[in-house]
């Protein structure tokens, strides 16, 4: 049965982007460099987008590493020089997929938190207009209306922070907090010598 | 791929979309110059999923919070934090009372005016949202979840825990739930429950034969014990919820029916004055406060004629 495209975004919105940031910090440290940290991330969300339905996945967290994991044996197996930790940190993965879900009681507190701490960082304007628009829930009329400004200038504003968004989704809060004002590409974390 | 881009490249392209998608509304996703933009690098449809999973990440704050819309007045105070953080005073306190264990066993009085659609998160962390001229108790207790809907509808989704049973009565009727998204709607003598996600149990009360288990896509409008069970699609379910956002989905309802809809949430009723017309179907999306600009939609589009005053929005053919 085919999902609307509604339900699929709501889907990848409480399901999986906010746990992008730790499937992101397990792949650096699993010794990825950024870009590719980047690739299979975005491979992941080609996935989700090719799906006719998402109902299926019951712990968006555990298919989250999973076809993370996927993806980047895939890469190793076409690379011609495979490094062996990769392939051993990566299998050492499947532990994941028993993971249980986390119980729901934290996680609304914890996607609340998050949500705040997102709108929280946005630049004054942008955190203005994300304010009405996603937490009140004003149209993008209203919102300009209210900040008597343009609905361009709401739209811009809006594209602008979305992008700040997206950027700190990427980011577990702690790492937030390291590289606040060094701009947001991620620093690969070496990994211990074996 | 010659010109080879970044991923942060496409991000940032992806968030121009679905700031256009989300303010222009749906019909921008037809858009040939997306179709176009999207054809040219596959890694871009997941990069646009993304970024509307963003935006629809920043919206189920407002869910959780269970904030209302902005008040009309306060202009520029409201710019500030205080909104979002008013709004996450009462979770944090309900987190606080499910933190240290201690469950309020008092029962807590929920309800709605006419026109009102709240979404309150309880302290077990499962969510509720409660429709039009409702009324619901909500007792959590050390070994069950009680909620009793006095009136009106409700749409649950129940934080997991097998300990504690989330059982909601409406009338005779029980709904039984672990961990899932149901909703219930009492009716005269019926009462409709809904599965979204899940599995939910049901029975009525002193009806030994009436229990049975409801899948998601199951919905059953329970009036006695052999009651059929209805499938839906899942767009369906998410249709008939559209009034948890304000909204009235209409997908080839009658007229008549649409009417029935606006008039749940709206002391202005619209009365459709021929029986020609009320059978008439009709496809849109409206606000639930908004029956005038469905009065006017239905106008255009089927040729009626409308007439309003303080009470009533007429709708006749136009002959």
Known sequence: ?????????????????????????????????????DDIIQETYCRLAGLDTVSHIRNGRAYFFRTARNIAIERIRRARIVRID?????????????????????????????????????????????????????????????????????????????????????????????????????VPVRKRDR | MTSFQSAKEIDDEAAQWAVLIDGRGLGAQDDPKLQLWLAGDPRRAGALLRAQAAISLLDRGRALA???????????????????????????????????????SRPQRLDTQLGEVRRVPLADGSLVAINTKTALDVTLGARSRLVTLRRGEAWFQVAKDPQRPFVVSAGKVRVRAV??????????????????EGVVETWIEGQPGSRRRLAAGAGVLLAGPISPVIVKSPAEIERGLAWRNGEIALDGESLGEAAAQFNRYNSRQILIEDPRLAQERFVGLFRTNEPESFAAAVATSIGAKVSEDERYIRLSLNE
């Not at chain 1, 399901?15 to 460099?33: F, K, S, Y």
């Open chain 1, 1 to 37: 049965m085919k999902q609307s495209r509604a339900e699929v975004i709501a889907f990848v919105g409480g399901q999986i982007l906010p746990h992008e940031a730790d499937v992101r910090a397990w792949l650096v440290r699993t010794g990825g460099a950024a870009s590719d940290v």
């Open chain 1, 86 to 186: 990769c392939v051993t940190e990566i299998d050492a993965l499947n532990v994941m997929d028993d993971e249980p879900s986390p119980e729901r009681i934290v996680a609304g507190r914890r996607e609340l938190r998050q949500v705040q701490r997102l709108i929280e960082g946005l630049p004054q304007r942008c955190r203005q207009i994300f304010t009405l628009r996603r937490i009140h829930g004003l149209s993008q009329r209203e919102v300009a209306a209210r900040l008597g400004v343009s609905e361009n200038v709401v739209e811009t504003q809006s594209i602008r922070g979305l992008r700040l968004v997206l950027r700190a989704l990427t980011q577990t809060p702690s790492q937030a907090c390291r590289s606040a004002d060094q701009g947001h590409d991620l």
């Open chain 2, 66 to 104: 269970g904030v209302e819309a902005a008040p009309v007045t306060g202009g520029a105070r409201l710019f500030g934090r205080r909104g979002l953080i008013a709004g996450l005073g009462g979770v944090g306190a309900a987190a606080l009372v499910g933190g240290v264990g201690v469950w309020a």
């Open chain 2, 179 to 196: 961990g899932t998204a149901f909703s219930v709607r009492r009716g005269e003598g019926t009462v409709d429950v809904t599965v979204s």
